[in-house]
């Protein structure tokens, strides 16, 4: 039987702001579309942590068994700078300042985002489409969004009239803002704008004749609104109707408003059961942001080049250090916060590292079922990962007392509890056991030193035909030798 049919996950939706029961449309399935990067610069720390909320996310319901679609789009067009219409799309300006094609800037930072997600072992997504893959599929809802009087076009550009759609529907239902508020608190257009009223967003914006990325339209020459894409591509891949929409807590409003309004406004239906935002990484209490300058960069922390960093830091501690915190929390970055990481990060691997060692016993003095539950209650309460890192530090506890003869297991629960770690601390939370690979490292370390004895007996011996074969297949290999007065040593 599939795990989820007794695990009863439960999940905060901020459309209604409570937990609610996690019912899927489709038994045993589950559509999860989350909004991507905008490739115009390399992501920040305060990106990967969103995306590794939804990384665990993605693991738990697979997990518990269920059939994942999991679509993560590329924004590489169409986001403006500063999030306004009025404004230049910042692929296309940094494309401008640093004289590329914009879609080499957009091919430079989706490689970069790819390695970076790698690097922190993060699953792919099921489905990784882009915004300028689906031209045709955005420029059709436009179609529809006019025909319901709702889109109106002016100049060229073509706009979503908020007032309009607001009379029959409610802009605000999920950022709970009110839109007499916020038309209220807007300067006027001053007449400087083609919209009818100052909360109206674009759905397509005629191109000026500098502007490089453009597509044919009905309306103009131009280029896709921000908000549009989403809605193209999160109903092409998982219908009208599906499970869930995640993104930062940032996205909510506008951009999270706007895709509703959109799918209401285009089938008549609101698009998602399940809105799901996760909070901001933090560097000195301030969001960790592109254009401020305040953030940390993945590379940064790997190397430990950052002012901040009093080292650098693997991957696997700094995902540890991640979801210590609910997504939901805000997380303040600091040297000393991830320093006390390492320190628990490396107590859970030495236990689990442990586990093979432990000796059996007849009967069990400790209820590993009664623990495993708790480690999935832990989860099923709206993904709390720092309660499930508690209860396998409960695990490191019992690990401890087996080792130290003050506890008993019996081989049965020992299977089941090694195999519950593995799956909790592996499979679910993404870690890597570091000492693994330094263990990995060390081999290799040992197999090049050895090939390098060989080679200089081989020079000794004027075997220069293989003291070279072994230097070029090295070479081949990415393995770098460099002969020196202290012996030859190498780079990889
Ligand atoms: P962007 O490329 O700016 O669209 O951002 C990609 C994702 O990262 C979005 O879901 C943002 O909400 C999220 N994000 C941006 N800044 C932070 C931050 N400081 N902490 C956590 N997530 C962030
Ligand atoms: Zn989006």
Not at 361 to 390: G, R
Not at 428 to 439: E, H, M, Q
Request: charged share 25%; glycine share 6%; proline share 3%.
């Amino acid at each position: 039987m599939p795990l989820y049919t007794n695990q009863h996950l439960k999940i905060y939706n901020s459309l209604s702001g409570e937990k609610e029961n996690f019912n899927p449309i489709h038994e045993g399935n589950v559509g999860m579309y989350v909004c991507g990067p905008t490739v115009y610069s390399n992501v920040h720390l305060g990106n990967v942590r969103t995306f590794m909320s939804f990384d665990v996310i993605f693991r738990y319901f697979l997990h518990l068994d269920y059939k994942v679609r999991y679509v993560r789009n590329i924004t590489d067009v169409g986001h403006i700078v500063d999030d306004v219409d009025e404004g230049e799309d910042k692929i296309a300006k940094k494309a401008r300042l640093e004289q590329l094609e914009p879609m080499e800037v957009v091919q430079r930072y989706t490689v970069d985002f790819h390695d970076i997600l790698k690097s922190f072992n993060f699953l792919p997504p099921s489905i990784e489409p882009t915004a300028t893959g689906h031209i045709i599929e955005q420029i059709e809802i436009i179609k529809k969004i006019i025909d319901t009087g709702i889109g109106y076009e002016a100049n060229g550009s073509v706009y979503f009239d908020v007032v309009k759609y607001n009379e029959t529907n409610n802009y605000g239902v999920l950022s709970g803002r009110n839109i007499e508020d916020m038309l209220a608190n807007t300067r006027d257009l001053d007449g400087q704008s083609d919209k009818r009223n100052p909360q109206d967003f674009a759905l397509w914006k005629k191109a000026e004749p500098e502007h490089i990325m453009r597509w044919p339209s009905p309306w103009s020459d131009g280029f896709p609104g921000w908000h549009l894409e989403c809605t193209a591509m999160s109903t092409k891949y998982l219908g009208n109707h599906f499970d869930i929409h995640g993104g930062g807590m940032d996205l909510k409003f506008p951009h999270h408003e706007c895709e509703i309004a959109q799918n209401e406004a285009c089938t008549g239906q609101s698009p998602v059961n399940y809105w799901m935002h996760a909070n901001m990484l933090t560097l000195n209490g301030k969001k960790m942001a592109k254009s401020t300058g305040n953030n940390i960069l993945p590379g940064e922390i790997l190397s430990g080049d950052n002012t901040i960093l009093s080292k650098a830091f693997s991957a696997s501690v700094t995902r540890f250090f991640m979801l210590q915190a609910h997504y939901r929390s805000i997380l303040d970055f600091s040297d000393d916060a991830i320093v006390a990481a390492e320190k628990g990060y490396k107590r859970l691997m030495e236990a689990v590292d442990a586990l093979p060692t432990i000796s059996v016993s007849t009967t069990s003095s400790i209820d590993i079922a009664s623990w495993k539950q708790l480690c999935y209650d832990a989860m099923n309460d709206d993904f709390n990962t720092p309660i499930l890192i508690a209860q396998l530090f409960e695990a490191v506890r019992y690990i401890n007392l087996l080792k130290e003869g003050k506890e008993t297991i019996s081989a049965e629960d020992l299977a089941l509890f090694t195999a519950a770690v593995n799956a909790f601390v592996f499979d679910v939370l993404g870690l890597n056991d570091d000492k693994a690979a330094d263990a990995n490292n060390d081999k290799l370390e040992g197999v090049v030193n050895m090939l390098i004895g060989m080679r200089n007996q081989a020079r000794a011996d004027k075997n220069f035909a293989l003291s070279d074969q072994i230097r070029d297949q090295l070479i081949a290999l990415g393995i770098q030798l460099k002969d020196g007065k202290e012996g030859t040593s190498f780079s990889i």
